[in-house]
C-alpha cells in the first residue's frame, strides 16, 4: 500500500505563493495519478488538479486554472502543487491523493476511485 505525505502548508496573505509537497512511500506505482483535492470548513472535498502517471496530462479546477501548477518528479517520488496569486476562498486543508483514474476522470467525477488513496492533509490559510 502507498502512503502519502503532505507538507508546505501555512499562513499566507492574500496574493502570496506556497509550493506544498506529497511524498510517497511504500507499495508505490509510478502509474498512479497523483493530485490534489482541498476541504474547506463546512463544505465537501473538491478537486483542484491532478496530473498522469506519465506527467503528460494535466487537469485543473477552473477556481484555480491560471494561478496553480501541479507537477512531480519520478527521482523524488514527489508531486508538487505551486501554488500562486493565493486568494481567501482558497483557505483548505489540502489532500494529496493517488489512483489508477485519469485526470479527466478526477476532474469529472471530483472523486477517487476504489482503492484511491489519501494522505493526511495540510492546512493551507490565506487572509485578506
Known amino acids: 500500500q502507498v502512503q502519502l505525505v503532505e507538507s508546505g502548508g501555512g499562513l499566507v496573505r492574500t496574493g502570496d505563493a506556497l509550493k506544498l509537497s506529497c511524498v510517497t512511500s511504500?507499495?508505490?506505482?509510478?502509474?498512479?495519478?497523483m493530485g490534489w483535492f482541498r476541504q474547506s470548513p463546512g463544505k465537501e472535498r473538491e478537486f483542484v488538479a491532478a496530473?498522469?502517471?506519465?506527467?503528460?496530462?494535466?487537469e485543473y479546477a477552473d477556481s484555480v486554472k491560471d494561478r496553480f501548477t501541479i507537477s512531480r518528479v519520478y527521482a523524488e517520488n514527489t508531486v508538487y502543487l505551486q501554488m500562486d496569486s493565493l486568494k481567501p476562498e482558497d483557505t483548505a486543508v489540502y489532500y494529496c491523493?493517488?489512483?489508477?483514474?485519469?485526470?479527466?476522470?478526477?476532474?469529472?467525477?471530483?472523486?477517487?476511485?476504489?482503492?484511491?488513496?489519501w494522505g493526511q492533509g495540510t492546512q493551507v490559510t490565506v487572509s485578506s
Open positions: 511504500g507499495r508505490t506505482s509510478s502509474t498512479y495519478t
Open positions: 491523493a493517488a489512483d489508477f483514474q485519469s485526470p479527466w476522470t478526477w476532474s469529472t467525477r471530483g472523486e477517487l476511485g476504489t482503492g484511491g488513496v
Open positions: 496530473i498522469s502517471w506519465s506527467g503528460g496530462s494535466t
